[in-house]
């Protein structure tokens, strides 16, 4: 599966008209580095990408980067507290969300990634965590923005972290089934979850 998440910059949409119409000029744009979306009514339908974008093209490759982007942030904003502004690490795991937003699957597994990842950090279950302290992880209200996350998706991303972890248990006995996040099963009987970064916390 491709993953086609691009961030959408405002100024640079055409419709498809217009962009048959600039095609040579939107070309030399992405020589200089430039995207360009391209509309169909309302719905952006192609990106015209700069010869030396990234793309990444696989799910477990996407899954990894934002483990380790998850536990940066939160790792900073524990160390931080309450402080404002907000560690430089969540604001670059929020823009890790903006540019998947336009992806709404990958947007929803990266959310609950991070859902996973923040439950082992502070050894509480998702079912403990209420969408406040998750927003609040994550710089408070004011990440709450349509191009970013809603309360509705942090809800989902709440729901859909048990199951994160669940993949992470049955990933450490199968060699079949990936996880971005490994667990060991200590001689306590206890769990142990090391992250790509090799975070380590109890229990989840």
Not at 17 to 33: I, S, V
Not at 92 to 102: I, P
Not at 111 to 134: K, R, W
Not at 175 to 195: H, V
Request: aromatic share 2%.
């Amino acid at each position: 599966m491709v993953n086609d998440m691009v961030e959408i910059n405002a100024e640079r949409l055409r419709n498809v008209g217009t962009a048959r119409k600039q095609m040579a000029d939107l070309l030399d744009d992405a020589q200089l580095g430039k995207t360009t979306h391209v509309l169909r009514g309302s719905r952006v339908v192609a990106h015209l990408l700069p010869p030396n974008a990234l793309v990444i093209q696989d799910d477990r490759v996407l899954q990894t980067m934002v483990v380790a982007a998850a536990q940066e942030a939160i790792a900073a904003h524990l160390h931080a507290g309450r402080t404002h502004p907000a560690p430089q690490e969540v604001t670059d795991f929020t823009t890790v969300l903006r540019w998947l937003k336009s992806n709404p699957t990958a947007h929803l597994d990266a959310l609950a990634l991070y859902v996973a990842v923040l439950t082992i950090h502070i050894d509480t279950p998702a079912q403990g965590l209420s969408v406040e302290s998750v927003i609040d992880s994550l710089g408070g209200p004011s990440v709450c923005r349509a191009d970013v996350l809603t309360q509705g998706d942090v809800e989902s991303a709440i729901g859909a972290a048990p199951a994160v972890l669940d993949t992470a248990r049955q990933a450490a006995n199968d060699p079949n089934i990936f996880s971005p996040l490994t667990i060991q099963r200590m001689g306590s009987g206890a769990e142990r979850y090391e992250g790509v970064r090799g975070a380590q916390r109890h229990g989840a």
